[in-house]
């Protein structure tokens, strides 16, 4: 059985963007309201890991000593 495509941070991203829209709407029920932000915290729980995996991930490369590269980790203002 093949494994199901986890969504990518983008497709998490602007389904995360639709259901802000939907909640904004003020169309929905409270059933509907609690099952659209029950989702949209998971889904902002997900993008919010990626970007800090992504984070941890990227270094800047300061300067070459020696031959020997060295790196520091990225600092982002306002950082996660």
Known sequence: MARKKEPSFEENLANLEKIVDKLESGQSSLKEIMEEYTLGMELSKKCLDELKTAEDQ???????????????????????
């Open 58 to 80: 990227m270094d800047v490369i300061l300067r070459e000593n020696n031959g020997d590269v060295l790196t520091e980790p990225l600092d982002l203002e306002g950082g996660i």
